[in-house]
T-cell receptor
């Protein structure tokens, strides 16, 4: 399976935008890029996913590089409630790829 | 959005006893439910995948006789930790999915913290 690489931690200030990077240089053409986040002492929650085009939803935006070897999760205005571990996960179409394989993720700290 | 609940949210038990954790999808019928375990400061590890009415599929290294999974309906899956020992102390999290494609979202429960004394 293609792997992802994320920084261990990032820091942001409240109400400022946050750009969380993810490298996936071995991504295949059928791999979807998913982002989940886990708030302290809670189960993960879905954030966003995409294949080739940039995606927006009420939580965040996902910017995907043209060569798809990297992507960036964008939180437009960070709040204290966005402090969490953010996981970038690749899921390939077909087979047993309904599973989510969690890496170490990026721990986002939001300063007031 | 889809809601998944877990019960209990935390449990403390004595070594050698069994503990049952329930996972319910409250407002949708889940084709598949998943059970994860998370040790402190570590990431989630998938333990098993369960489909309603069939036997669970366990990940390599997970003892199926120790971690019994029952998926009796499209809204309920249970994980029983049998003869629990202190090394089984962990954060157990379930998730539910509407389907099995690479775009189907997994909805996670809030987790159950198990402490075995």
């Amino acid at each position: 399976d293609a792997k992802t690489t994320q920084p261990n931690s990032m820091e942001s200030n409240e109400e400022e935008p946050v750009h969380l990077p993810c490298n996936h240089s071995t991504i295949s053409g059928t791999d979807y890029i998913h982002w989940y986040r886990q708030l302290p002492s809670q189960g993960p929650e879905y954030v966003i996913h995409g294949l080739t085009s940039n995606v927006n939803n009420r939580m965040a935006s996902l910017a995907i590089a043209e060569d798809r070897k990297s992507s960036t999760l964008i939180l437009h205005r960070a709040t204290l409630r966005d402090a969490a571990v953010y996981y970038c996960i690749l899921r390939r179409s077909g087979g047993s790829n309904y599973k989510l394989t969690f890496g170490k993720g990026t721990l986002l700290t939001v300063n007031p | 959005g889809a809601v998944v609940s877990q019960h209990p949210s935390w449990v403390i038990c004595k070594s050698g006893t069994s503990v049952k954790i329930e996972c319910r999808s409250l407002d949708f019928q889940a084709t598949t439910m998943f059970w994860y375990r998370q040790f402190p400061k570590q990431s989630l590890m998938l333990m098993a995948t369960s489909n309603e009415g069939s036997k669970a599929t366990y990940e390599q290294g997970v003892e199926k006789d120790k971690f019994l999974i029952n998926h009796a309906s499209l809204t309920l899956s249970t994980l029983t930790v049998t003869s629990a020992h202190p090394e089984d102390s962990s954060f157990y999290i379930c998730s539910a999915s509407l389907g099995l494609t690479s775009t189907d979202t997994q909805y996670f429960g809030p987790g159950t913290r198990l402490t075995v004394l």
